[in-house]
Every structure is written in structure tokens, then in C-alpha cells.
């Protein structure tokens, strides 16, 4: 159980520390104090440990994880698990900007809000955020999950490819492209697995809409010019 | 036409205004609804490097010995914080371009052309291939606005990093890659579905200026431990400001790619009007790094439009520590190759004018995905051309620096150049021919 103290120790040692860790370590459970809002906290991790960090964090914490569970006991800065590739990052408080940013894979929840842009360029990330997101989120989001409790900020999934988007509060604008699609069974088993995985079992997925690429942008085409 | 005639008519005469270019442009507009769309760089005229001239030694300075007397090349790359710097034997690098844009034989040419003499090679938007690592001695690994392709085991295996935040053809710019090239292994790597038109973000998702850069440089560096060089690649447009900033975010190096870099898919109006020609983008550059006392500390790469050794020479003397080159190195592999003639006039154009290349039927299979045209470049013939292109650079580099009395083409400096033209003096910070007057230099 090696606890890291950010008030003593360096970034540089904490991260060199757990990069040095090799898929047979015993050393599997990290706790991180007074991380006082430092940006790049447990970035680049590849082993699975699970990594959980006292107070709030800043930029970037948990950028490119692989195999780690990060839990972040706090609010996070911009761009929390951006391109995390698998594991799972979990923020108790509230997420600023970028959430989850061109993610590829794992799980990342956010128990508070999130702020603008939450789940842009998302390539294969599941995200499942508790509280509202801002504005442009899943912003030109190509793959993976995108769930929200809460309510949604104007031009939700501009630009949208094929994640899937799954809102239980109010959108307060759909962006270019993006559209309301039927929520059917298959689309109920889905959304409970990843609420299921985000701790949450008690809430009805009737209560979500679903919402989806139109695929109308997909070839350049003269007659949508206004949506460019 | 009787003698009368040709008193009342005047002769037939073009417009320089709506010239054939112009009219043609209006015509297909108006035929289709959407601007052209095409690959590689400007076309138009612009100041270059052909309006500098090197004043080679006389009495006033002693030249070198050509062929027996040494003339040195390397260039290190990325001392500034980390721990791996990269090591050039010659100060000529191959520039990104896509795994997408290129064909996998285009791409594996460029890394056994690149190994062969000691430089690097750079990936794109798209991410890495193993190809293209295994072919590639030196590999600097994009990290580019889309994150296509973006994963930190690719990260770690590159021998440098570059941040690219915008390129010479389109400074600010985004891209519009045809579904055409989109092949279920292209898709795949990006996490795209096949056949669609792809658009590339013009901007990084997470990240909005210099503050938020040095954040992410730092972030780099920690997942890669400190071991690999960062640069950052600007599109030149406001060099002084912007290569500024770079170096306050943390860059080890800087790459400038000027107005006639290529690119694999972009608006012809943006390539031919936004930005700024090379060789007036160099000078702020060098000035930025000297007023913040980091000159040959940051290193600083040159590109857009590099032709031949003298142009070598001259973003050399002109304070770059290295050049890059695209579609010159394109051209090596065998890009608009003449012998192809027949079938470019079958795609409507000519051998030497191709530029369609994001719509993926590039004869001489470099531009493509499609896997019979692809298979038509052989990567080990086409590497052999770009290792003797880069020889022959790098020759015509040393020759000049020579005769400039110098024992290294980085001691080519400015006062060994000077302009043909005022505008070229003005640009480049050189004094016109036959005078010491640098245009605007007592102000």
C-alpha cells in the first residue's frame, strides 16, 4: 500500500514510480495525498493498479491510462483520462473541460458535472457522467458510450460520427448532424451495463433518450452546405 | 480576316485578371457547388529561396577545398530537456505525412530512403504502422489536432515527439480526406467508418493556447519519462509570436513549414492564400529564438518548398539548424513521374501537375490505398531514389558551404547571403546584391 505524498515527494517520482511497475507487482494499491491541484498526476500508466488520489487534481490526471483504475477524491482539471486507452478513472467531484478527450477506451465517471466539450473526438471511451455536461460535448465523437444523468449544454454531438449518446435530463441543442434516435431493447441492455458499471443500479434507462449521427455529413454534399 | 477587320477589331487578348486559371475555377464552380479540393502545396509564384544568392569566397574569405577538405552535417535534435536527444548525420528530415494520405509502400520507401543516410522519418495524421517503425531507424511520432491513431505505446516507441498545431498549407486549417482512401485498415486505425469523407480537426480537443501547450508538453514528458524530444510544428503565419510561445511552452524544437508546404487534402483557396511563403518566415523565427537567447538551443526545422541543396543552404544560413522536406521527397519516390504520362492525362491533368492525390488513383501508387495501384511502387527502388535525393541535397549543401569557407553548413550565415530583389532583401533580412541596404533595416 505505498502512499505518495505530493507536499514531499516530486511529480516526476510518483509517475516514474508507477511506470516502473510490471504486470506481476504486488505494489497494486497507490494512494496519492495533497496532489493540490497538480496537473499530469498518474499519466501514462500501464499496469493494473488501482491508483486512488486524495484531493483535487489539474490538468490531464490519468492522461493515456491503460489496465489502471484511478479514483480522483476531488474535482479535476481539463482533459481528465484524455485518450485513456482501458481502466477506469473515476472523479467524485466535478470535471472541467475535455473529459475524456479522444478516448479510445476503459471507463470514465464523473460523479459531479462536467464542463464543455466533455467527450470530444471520442474514439471508443465509454463515459458516464452523473451530473450535466456543457456545451459541445461528444463534440465530433467517432466511437464509444456517452452517458449523462444529468442535463446537456447547447450543440450536443456536433459533427457526430457513431457513439452512442444517451441523455436522462434536457439537451439544450443538438449540433450539426446530430439527431434523436429510437431507444429500443437493445439499446436499454446497453445503457445498463455501463450505468450498471458506474455504480449506478437504481435508475429506470427508460428515462434516457438516445441520440445519434443523421449520417448526412458523411459525404460532402452541396445541398448541406448550412450544416458546415 | 480582311485588312479592314483588323482595323475595326483589335486583336484577341486574354484578361491578366480572368486568366485561363481563373475561368476554369469559376466554370467548375459553377458546375459542382464546391470548392476544389486537391493535395500539395502552392502553386502560385511566391518570393523562394531562387531570389537569395551565396557570396562565395574571394579574398576577403578563404573557401574550403571541395572534395578534401571536410564539411560536416550532423545535427542534434531536442537537447533542450530530454534525455534521448536525436542525432541527423545530415540536417535533412522527411516531413509528416499520413499512413492514409501515403500507401504502406510509400511509407516504408520513405523510411529505407531516410535510414540510409542517417535522418529521420515522421508519421501523420493516422497514427504509426508497424511498417513504417520497422523501416525507420529515426521516427518522430504526430501527435496532430484528430488524435487518429493516437495510443502511448506508439508514443514511447518514437524517437521524437511532434505537436502539430497547424501546417504551412494550411495554417489553422483542418483537412477533407475523400472516402475513397478510407480502406477498412485506414478506418480501422483512426476509428472511423469505412468509405466516409473524413474531416481532421483544425484544432487540438484538449487544449486551447500556450498556458494549456506547456501542460501538455509537460504531460508528454511524463509518459515518456523525459527520454524523447518534443517539438512543436507551426504553419507559418505569425512566426515571431508563434515560435515565442513555443519555446515558453517547453518545445526542444521547433518545426516553421511555410506556404508552400504540401498537404494531402485541403481547399485550394486556403493553400493558395492563407499564410506565409518560407522564406519570409524564417527571419522572425531566428529573431524570436535570439531575443529569448535560445537560438541553436531550440533547434529550429524549416520546411515548405525545399528544393535542392542551395535551398538547404540557405534556410541553413538563414539560422535553421534543419530542413524538412514532403513532396520534394514525394517527387524522389516517383510522384508525377513522366514515364505515367498516358495515365495522368486520363485522370484530366499531366505528368508534373497531379495534385488530386486524396482521391486515391495515383498512378505511380504513393498517393493511394487502393492495393493494385499501391503495389506498383516498390519500396525498396523507391527508398534506393530517396537516399540518393538526400545525398545529392546534402552534396550541393556542403559544396556551397565550401565555398563560403565553412567547415560546417550550420556556419553558413546570413551575411553569406544576399537578394536579387528588394522584396526578397526586405523578407529575408539580406542586404539587395551590390549594396549593404537591407529594406527597412533603419527603422
Redesign the interface.
Same mark, same amino acid.
Given at each position: 500500500m505505498p502512499v505518495v505524498d505530493l507536499a514531499h515527494s516530486s511529480?516526476?517520482d510518483l509517475? *516514474?514510480a508507477l511506470?516502473a511497475l510490471t504486470p506481476d507487482t504486488n505494489e497494486t494499491h497507490w494512494t496519492v495525498i495533497n496532489p493540490r491541484g497538480q496537473?499530469?498526476i498518474a499519466?501514462?500508466l500501464?499496469a493494473p493498479v488501482e491508483v486512488e488520489v486524495e484531493g483535487h487534481v489539474?490538468?490531464?490526471c490519468a492522461?493515456?491510462n491503460?489496465q489502471a483504475r484511478v479514483t480522483v477524491r476531488g474535482n479535476a482539471g481539463? *482533459?481528465i483520462a484524455?485518450?485513456m486507452?482501458s481502466g477506469k478513472v473515476h472523479v467524485t467531484g466535478d470535471a472541467s473541460?475535455?473529459a475524456g478527450?479522444?478516448g479510445?477506451g476503459g471507463l470514465l465517471v464523473i460523479d459531479g458535472n462536467a464542463s464543455a466539450?466533455c467527450g470530444?473526438?471520442m474514439?471508443?471511451i465509454d463515459i458516464v457522467v452523473k451530473g450535466s455536461v456543457g456545451h459541445l460535448s461528444a463534440?465530433?465523437a467517432?466511437?464509444g458510450n456517452f452517458v449523462v444523468l444529468g442535463d446537456a449544454g447547447e450543440a450536443l454531438g456536433d459533427?457526430i @460520427?457513431?457513439a452512442h449518446l444517451y441523455v436522462r435530463g434536457t439537451v439544450a441543442s443538438l449540433g450539426a448532424d446530430c439527431i434523436e434516435k429510437p431507444l429500443g431493447e437493445e439499446h436499454k441492455t446497453e445503457l445498463k451495463r455501463l450505468l450498471s458499471e458506474a455504480g449506478i443500479d437504481d435508475v429506470d434507462t427508460s428515462e434516457f433518450k438516445r441520440y445519434g449521427s443523421s449520417r448526412k455529413l @458523411?459525404?460532402?454534399h452541396?445541398d448541406n452546405?448550412g450544416s458546415y | 480576316m480582311t485588312a479592314q477587320d483588323r482595323w475595326i477589331h483589335t486583336p484577341p487578348r486574354k484578361s491578366a485578371t480572368f486568366d485561363d486559371n481563373a475561368i476554369a475555377e469559376i466554370r467548375r464552380a459553377a458546375a459542382t457547388g464546391i470548392y476544389d479540393i486537391r493535395g500539395a502545396g502552392a502553386k502560385r509564384k511566391l518570393p523562394h529561396f531562387d531570389d537569395l544568392l551565396f557570396l562565395g569566397a574571394s579574398i576577403s574569405r578563404y573557401p574550403l577545398e571541395g572534395y578534401r577538405e571536410k564539411c560536416a552535417t550532423d545535427v542534434t535534435i531536442g537537447a533542450r530537456f530530454a534525455k534521448k536527444p536525436i542525432h541527423l548525420k545530415i540536417p535533412i528530415t522527411i516531413a509528416g505525412m499520413s499512413f492514409g494520405a501515403l500507401s504502406g509502400p510509400a511509407k516504408e520507401a520513405l523510411g529505407r530512403g531516410a535510414s540510409a543516410v542517417g535522418t529521420s522519418t515522421t508519421t501523420g495524421d493516422g497514427g504509426m504502422t508497424a511498417e513504417e517503425r520497422g523501416h525507420s531507424s529515426l521516427l518522430v511520432y504526430q501527435v496532430l489536432p484528430s488524435r487518429y491513431g493516437m495510443n502511448p505505446d506508439d508514443l514511447r516507441k518514437a524517437d521524437a515527439i511532434e505537436i502539430v498545431v497547424g501546417q504551412g498549407a494550411k495554417p489553422g486549417g483542418g483537412g477533407m480526406l475523400l472516402g475513397q482512401k478510407i480502406t477498412k485498415r485506414v478506418a480501422d486505425m483512426r476509428r472511423l467508418p469505412e468509405g466516409i469523407d473524413q474531416r481532421s480537426a483544425c484544432r487540438h480537443p484538449d487544449w486551447t493556447g500556450p498556458d494549456d501547450l506547456e501542460i501538455k508538453i509537460q504531460e508528454l514528458r511524463e509518459i515518456t519519462d523525459w527520454q524523447t524530444p518534443i517539438y512543436v510544428k507551426v504553419g507559418a503565419s505569425r512566426p515571431y509570436y508563434d515560435i515565442a510561445l513555443a519555446v515558453k511552452s517547453g518545445a526542444d524544437a521547433i518545426v516553421l513549414d511555410g506556404m508552400q508546404g504540401g498537404t494531402a487534402a485541403t481547399q485550394d483557396v486556403f493553400i493558395e492564400n492563407v499564410g506565409l511563403p518560407t522564406l519570409c518566415a524564417i527571419a522572425p523565427a531566428v529573431k524570436a529564438l535570439q531575443d529569448l537567447g535560445m537560438h541553436r538551443k531550440v533547434q529550429l526545422i524549416v520546411s515548405g518548398g525545399i528544393r535542392n541543396g542551395a535551398d538547404v543552404a540557405k534556410c541553413l544560413a538563414l539560422g535553421a539548424d534543419a530542413v524538412s522536406i514532403g513532396t520534394a521527397a514525394l517527387i524522389a519516390l516517383g510522384d508525377n513521374d513522366p514515364a505515367l504520362e498516358a495515365e495522368y492525362q486520363a485522370l484530366g491533368t499531366t505528368a508534373g501537375a497531379y495534385d488530386d492525390w486524396h482521391e486515391g488513383r495515383d498512378p505511380a501508387g504513393i498517393t493511394t490505398q487502393d492495393p493494385v495501384l499501391a503495389a506498383r511502387l516498390d519500396p525498396v527502388i523507391a527508398g534506393r531514389k530517396l537516399a540518393n535525393y538526400l545525398s545529392v541535397l546534402t552534396l550541393e549543401a556542403q559544396t556551397i558551404a565550401r565555398a563560403c569557407g565553412k567547415s560546417h553548413v550550420h556556419n553558413l550565415e546570413p551575411e553569406d547571403l544576399v537578394a536579387l530583389t528588394m522584396e526578397a532583401a526586405a523578407m529575408a533580412r539580406v542586404p539587395l546584391a551590390g549594396t549593404n541596404w537591407i529594406p527597412g533595416s533603419n527603422i
Open positions: 511529480l516526476r509517475n *516514474g511506470h496537473h499530469n499519466v501514462g500501464d489539474g490538468y490531464y492522461g493515456m491503460k481539463q *482533459g484524455e485518450n486507452m473541460q475535455a478527450a479522444s479510445n466539450r470530444i473526438s474514439k471508443g463534440f465530433m467517432q466511437a459533427s @460520427y457513431e @458523411y459525404h460532402f452541396i452546405v | -
